[in-house]
């Protein structure tokens, strides 16, 4: 009974959180264009809907009615499989996400985490690798000079910032003591790391949107150089899969963002739910804001930032914050 | 020689511009500006509702168009289809019973047109004109083949004076030989007299 | 050999050679206007200027005038020469009118390009140009003075080389103009080159004026098919419909040149009455139906009468690969054919022709135009081949002299000898001057000076003989292979060209097995041996000289099956008509008089002009995939699917069809070894064996007495050679039917000059006008084989007419 319980309540809660991120996800587009619009004095869209607000359901529409194109020299199966990849390694990392304190419904505790991992930063880290698959997959699969070197490049950009990514985060699992994500916000039911940790949060925050392609790192995609990069090929749906896995990355961001260096769910007055969603909706504010100002990198430019300032930046914080721990006070 | 012009390329920093300050100052600054245009009103207008009135040599739907004095300017000599990028024009050249050469029929595909504008360009007679009207647009792309009744407009266009059969030298009904522009009377090819 | 330097390159040419030809052979094109290739150098225009920097020669000169000379060094981009250059383009375009957008020249004028070439691109002059009045020079050339640079290219050719002077030139200064003295009809049949040979655009092709441009057309190499001489033209269409015609250089044949015949006789191919539909009995049908239907007719027909019941016809005009089908057909399958001519007669004159044309005889027209004395025997290049004449005007314009024993009323554009021979007399006179030149001559006495033109002929670095094979029998034309041979056995060079009847009659010659006609065919309809006809591209209608005797002969056949392209009162009533394709859409090969295998490419795809399908003020506005009206095969095609059981859809085995007959159609023929200028076949694997033996005193053919008159069907210029004969264009410049006689003989029968005679022949008359020719034979009268005229009660093209057969008009 128990179990059968549980699994209920953990369908709910998984549907419940799928439901909201898709949704996000997809407002989080018409937020961007529109915000974008606005930085550049544009009006961004305004026809569908007021305030273009039914614009999402009108890309969503015609994302679905396009024509599914495969080009007749791709590897089929891989390139039916590489949006897949990104989209679901997403929204899986959403499952160790804590939105909030426990709660109780019918005198149970139910916990506001569809699964609390113990080494749930770890999972994510898995997650977001894999996600990189999707990118260097679809980029080989679709048969196309672009494609391709999108692809590589995409690949050899995740492997050059996860690394300054994992190192950001040593110093906050040494001062939460735990990888659990539920235990890293309850760390910082005080003091949220940014005040402690500000290189590490600078360097995680920059590592990460280096992971999710985005303005100033979006080289697996310059459109100036690669046609779209990796997804030049696609169209219709596998395009929305990319497009969608871009945008829940960007919830990612915000959500691991909280929950590592902005206190999570923390926070006075309003519900700790309603808290983490601000938290995120202000990353995710901030990162179209880099991208309505900052040109794209170089690409060498790229990796001597990730090569010879981050990794060097996180490793020399690590050594500072386990100084502190082992003869400082904290 | 390479490496002269790369030191004109490159101009050596200042040492305040190239120092970590001054590079989170142009951040800053790149963030203000951005940020301050949130502020500002967008300057885009919405197309159906504003209407902006195009350039004249703005190019967009092509028209054939009369000489001064009302007749067809188009004498079809076939300039405008050869020079044609996706050859969209074609056309019948004829001669009419008072002399001039006219287009017995003229098409323009503005299904296939790229409003490239050399037609108007390398035509002789200034008969083919783009105007600014962009607003040509069918359902039925077949409906977008125009014929000369369809492209033939009154008036001159943007050239409201020139009048090809004044200059051409051949003979019409309006003009016979040396009664065009800077001609002589014709040669007395029976008189040897200087 | 001379060796000069030109453009840093070395070349040797040989003497005489001009400085501008030595550059063209090594690939630098000197600007020239005046200069051409057939008119040679007159330094006229000045823009063939380069620099002479070292040798002989210095300084800037025309490179047409100065002779090559060994070690000439020449620069044709020294800044010197090359600002020359510039300045004789910009003074040349000073008058230049201002009309380039409504002139047929523009797009393919070599004043356009040089100015182009030169920089000149905007005029400077400012003041008054002059002007010229324009004259109408007939239906054929457009005139327009005003541009005119004056290159004297025109009245070069025109009075220099084929040797009219009706067009020349006029005036002083800058003032000079070429035309005639007054407006009028061009009198010379060579004056649509003027046309070509103009630098600019004083002279248009008038049927094609304001059609369109070069650059639009579709230009492919192709052949003339109306005379036996096979020139070289390219022929130019647009939107299906042929529109021009054009010398296409050919040094060993036509030169640079055309005649008008060749010029404008295309208007068959896009003809509104040309039939586009394949038919049974009348009913329009699918191609495919129409040939299984014949198919199966001619299966009948052999199964209850045998093979030799189906008779094959074609005519000359056929490719070599329709013929070569077709005599695979008859070997195969024992059908009677295929005959390939009218008369017996005239499939013996040809047969005979081919069969006396030894390789070590045979000259091409351009050697004819070295020879340095020509004798032609029973031809009249004017009318029969018109670029004949050009090419003896060429003998006798480099100091040879021509001879012509003809009995009707030669005109040559030229000085030459006429021998006004009854036909019947010919044969004695080429005898007699056979004999002479073997030195064991007893010379005739006749009225003609057999022993001086004998002397005359042993005499020259070069003699040829030319015979028609129109108006001869085989008997004349065995004589003049005979008159050749005695000259080469005195010469070692002697040239013989025979003037065959038909585009590809050498080839239709070599098709006969047997000697059969259309003559014999009939015979056998009439005896009830052959029930079914297969007519390839044959107008029976209009050539067969009895058209009577034909329609009730028809009216016996089982079936007829007609393959033609031009229209005739015969497509609809044969029991299938089958559409087939012209010169330009088919291509083919055909073999000229002189046994040179040349091919065409066909021009364009065939179907309705755009005037048939979408009216007059636009082409159709229903797209659709396949041309209205292009359901013709190429004759050899449609053959191939009648005589092969799978050939009717399948190409390749049609294909294949045609590989096996073109290798077995004869050993001298291979087609598989094409070149750009045609190649004489093997004229040593012709059998000479045929020829009739020409020893012995020649009978005495009693055609010349005072009570009858010898009546000659004979070919004019325009008019009577059937496919040029349907040009709206020629039809304007064409002279009307007359009956030619000599004045001694319209007295003689009562006739009165300039007025029409009756000729009856079985209940049914020809009326014609007479007109008298005092240059003519006596006792023989002379009739085209006009369009307009229904000769065709003769039964012969060359008859004997009694007295009480010519009525004057009335009595």
Not at chain 1, 194 to 209: G, H, K, N, T, Y
Not at chain 2, 139 to 155: A, C, M, P, Q
Not at chain 3, 375 to 382: N, R, S, Y
Request: hydrophobic share 40%; aromatic share 8%; charged share 20%.
């Amino acid at each position: 009974m128990d179990t059968l319980l549980g699994l209920i309540v953990l369908l709910i809660k998984i549907a419940v959180m799928l439901g909201g991120l898709l949704l996000a996800a997809s407002y989080l587009v018409w937020l961007e264009r529109k915000l974008l619009a606005r930085l550049q004095i544009r009006l961004g869209p305004n026809r569908a809907g007021i305030f273009g607000l039914l614009q999402p359901i009108a890309d969503a529409i015609k994302l679905l009615t396009k024509e599914d194109i495969v080009p007749s020299a791709a590897d089929g199966f891989i390139f039916r499989l590489a949006p897949a990849v990104v989209a679901v390694t997403a929204l899986l990392m959403f499952a160790v996400v804590p939105l909030g304190p426990d709660i109780r419904v019918f005198g149970r505790a139910v916990p506001m985490v569809i699964t609390d991992l113990n080494v749930g930063l770890l999972f994510v880290f898995a997650l977001s690798s894999l996600g990189v698959y999707g990118v260097a997959l679809g980029g080989w699969a679709s048969n196309s000079k672009f494609a391709l070197l999108g692809g590589i490049r995409g690949a050899a950009q995740m492997i050059s910032y996860e690394l300054a990514l994992g190192l950001s985060l040593v110093p906050v699992v040494m001062l939460a003591g735990s990888f659990s994500l539920t235990t890293i916000v309850d760390a910082q039911a005080g003091i949220p790391f940014i005040v402690l940790q500000p290189v590490s949060f600078a360097i995680f925050v920059i590592s990460a949107m280096a992971e999710s392609k985005r303005i100033p790192f979006d080289l697996p995609e310059a459109e100036n150089e690669l046609g779209a990069g990796f997804h030049t090929e696609y169209s219709g749906m596998r395009f929305g899969l990319f497009f969608l896995g871009e945008y829940v990355h960007i919830q990612v961001l915000g959500a691991l963002t909280a929950v590592f260096f902005l206190g999570g769910w923390h926070g006075p007055l309003l519900p700790p739910v309603v808290w983490l969603m601000l938290k995120i909706f202000i990353v995710a504010v901030i990162m179209i804001w880099i991208r309505g100002t900052l040109p794209r990198l170089r690409y060498d430019q790229l990796m001597a930032l990730g090569w010879k300032v981050l990794i060097p930046a996180s490793l020399i914080n690590i050594v500072v914050t386990g100084a502190f721990i082992q003869f400082g006070t904290i | 020689m390479s490496e002269d012009k790369l030191k004109t390329d490159e101009k050596p920093l200042k040492p305040t511009e190239s120092s970590g300050w001054s590079a989170l100052k142009a951040l800053a600054e790149g963030f203000a500006t951005t940020a301050k245009h949130l502020a500002r009103k967008p300057i885009t207008e919405s197309y159906p509702e504003v209407k902006r009135q195009l350039p004249e040599r703005s190019r967009a739907r092509i028209v054939l168009t009369h000489d001064p004095d009302g007749r067809e300017r188009c004498v079809a000599c076939y300039l405008c289809s050869a020079v044609c990028p996706v050859s969209c024009i074609s056309m019948q050249s004829a001669e009419q019973p008072n002399g001039r050469r006219y287009a017995r029929w003229f098409r323009i595909n503005f299904g296939r047109c790229i409003y490239c504008g050399l037609c108007e360009e390398a035509c002789p007679t200034s008969a083919i004109q783009l105007t600014p009207d962009f607003e040509n647009i069918q359902r039925d792309i077949l409906t977008l083949v125009f014929e000369k009744k369809d492209l033939l407009v009154e008036g001159c266009g943007k050239d409201p004076s020139y009048n090809y059969y004044e200059h051409a030298g051949v003979t019409t009904d309006q003009r016979g030989k040396g009664e065009h522009a800077s001609e002589t009377p014709p040669v007395n090819v029976k008189s040897n007299l200087p | 050999m001379p060796k000069l330097t030109i453009d840093n390159r070395e070349i040797q040419v040989p003497t005489g050679t001009k400085v501008i030809e030595a550059a063209e052979r090594l690939g630098i094109m000197i600007p020239r206007f005046c200069f051409h290739p057939a008119l040679g150098s007159v330094g006229a225009c000045r823009v063939c200027a380069v620099a002479f920097t070292e040798g002989p020669v210095k300084g800037i000169q025309m490179s047409c005038m100065i002779d090559v000379q060994d070690g000439m060094v020449v620069s044709t981009t020294d800044a010197e020469a090359v600002d020359f250059r510039r300045h004789v383009i910009e003074w040349l375009m000073l008058h230049h009118p201002h009309d380039c957008p409504v002139c047929d020249e523009g797009g393919h004028c070599l004043l356009q390009d040089l100015t182009v070439a030169g920089n000149h691109g905007i005029r400077r002059y400012r003041g008054l140009k002059r002007t010229h009045n324009n004259q109408d020079l007939g239906p054929l050339v457009q005139h327009e003075m005003n541009r005119c640079i004056q290159c004297y290219r025109c009245s070069r050719f025109y009075q220099e080389f084929t040797g009219y002077r009706d067009l020349g030139v006029m005036g002083i200064g800058s003032r000079v103009y070429f035309g005639r003295s007054v407006s009028g009809v061009l009198e010379s049949p060579f004056s649509g080159n003027l046309t070509d040979i103009c630098p600019t655009g004083v002279y248009t092709d008038k049927p094609s004026r304001y059609f369109g441009r070069r650059w639009d057309y579709q230009r492919h190499p192709s052949l003339c098919l109306h005379c036996s001489l096979g020139c070289n033209l390219t022929a130019s269409a647009r939107y299906r419909r042929v529109v021009r015609h054009e010398a296409r250089p050919n040094l060993e044949v036509n030169g640079h040149f055309l005649c008008d015949r060749g010029r404008y006789g295309y208007a068959y191919a896009s003809a509104a009455d040309r039939p586009r539909q394949a038919m049974a009995a009348g009913t329009p049908g699918t191609i495919a139906d129409i040939l299984t239907g014949a198919q199966e007719a001619i299966q009948r027909t052999v199964e209850q009468y045998g093979p030799g019941s189906v008779a094959v016809a074609t005519s000359s005009r056929s490719s070599l690969e329709t013929l070569a089908l077709l005599k695979q057909a008859c070997e195969q399958h024992g059908w009677t054919g295929p005959a390939t001519t009218q008369t017996d007669r005239q499939a013996l004159n040809q047969r005979t022709a081919v069969n006396c044309l030894r390789p070590e005889l045979a000259v091409s027209l351009a050697a004819d135009t070295e020879a340095h004395d020509v004798l032609v025997i029973g031809a009249d290049p004017l009318n029969e081949a018109p670029m004949l004449a050009l090419s003896l005007r060429q003998v006798q314009r480099s100091g040879g002299h021509v001879t012509v024993i003809d009995p009707r009323g030669v005109r040559l554009p030229f000085d030459f000898d006429h021998w006004a021979v009854h036909p019947s007399a010919m044969g004695a006179i080429v005898q007699a001057l056979i004999q002479e030149i073997a030195g064991d001559g007893t010379a005739a006495s006749t009225e003609f000076d057999v022993t001086r033109l004998a002397r005359q002929l042993n005499a020259s670095p070069r003699p040829s003989v030319i015979c028609g094979t129109d108006i001869l029998t085989s008997r004349e034309i065995a004589l003049a292979g005979d008159l050749a041979q005695a000259l080469c056995r005195t010469h070692r060079v002697a040239g013989l060209f025979y003037v065959l009847t038909g585009a590809n009659a050498f080839a239709a010659a070599l098709t006969q097995s047997e000697r059969v006609s259309m003559e014999t065919v009939l015979d056998r309809i009439e005896n009830g041996s052959v029930r079914l006809l297969v007519a390839v591209e044959q107008d029976l209608w209009r050539e067969f000289p009895d058209r009577k005797r034909l329609q009730k002969a028809l009216k016996r056949l089982d079936h007829l099956v007609l393959l033609d392209y031009v229209n005739s009162p015969l497509n609809h009533e044969v029991s299938y008509f089958i559409p087939t394709q012209p010169i330009y859409e088919s291509g083919g090969h055909w073999i000229n008089q002189e046994g040179r295998l040349q091919g065409a490419s066909a021009v364009m795809a065939g179907g309705d002009t755009i005037e048939v399908t979408g009216g007059l003020d636009h082409p159709p506005r229903v797209f659709e995939s396949h041309i209205p009206g292009s359901e013709q095969l190429a004759a050899w095609r449609a053959l191939a699917a009648l005589t092969e059981d799978h050939a009717k859809t399948v190409k390749a085995i049609q294909e294949e069809t045609l590989r096996s007959a073109l290798a077995d159609f004869h050993p001298a023929v291979d087609t598989t070894s094409a070149q750009p200028t045609g190649q004489r076949i093997d004229l040593n694997a012709v059998s000479h064996a045929g020829v009739e033996s020409t020893e012995g005193p020649v009978p005495v053919v009693n055609e010349a007495s005072s009570d009858t008159v010898l009546l000659l069907l004979v070919d004019w210029t325009f008019g009577t050679e059937t496919l040029s004969a349907m040009s709206p264009t020629l039809e304007k410049v064409e002279a009307s039917p007359v009956a030619h006689m000599h004045p001694d003989t319209i007295a003689s029968f009562g006739l009165a000059e300039g007025k029409p005679v009756t000729i009856s022949v079985d209940a049914r008359q020809l009326t014609v006008p007479v007109q008298a020719d005092p240059r003519m034979a006596p006792g023989v009268m002379v009739i085209p084989r006009h369009h307009l005229l229904e000769w065709q009660i003769f039964g012969e093209t060359r008859v004997i007419v009694k007295r009480s057969q010519l009525n004057a008009d009335g009595v």
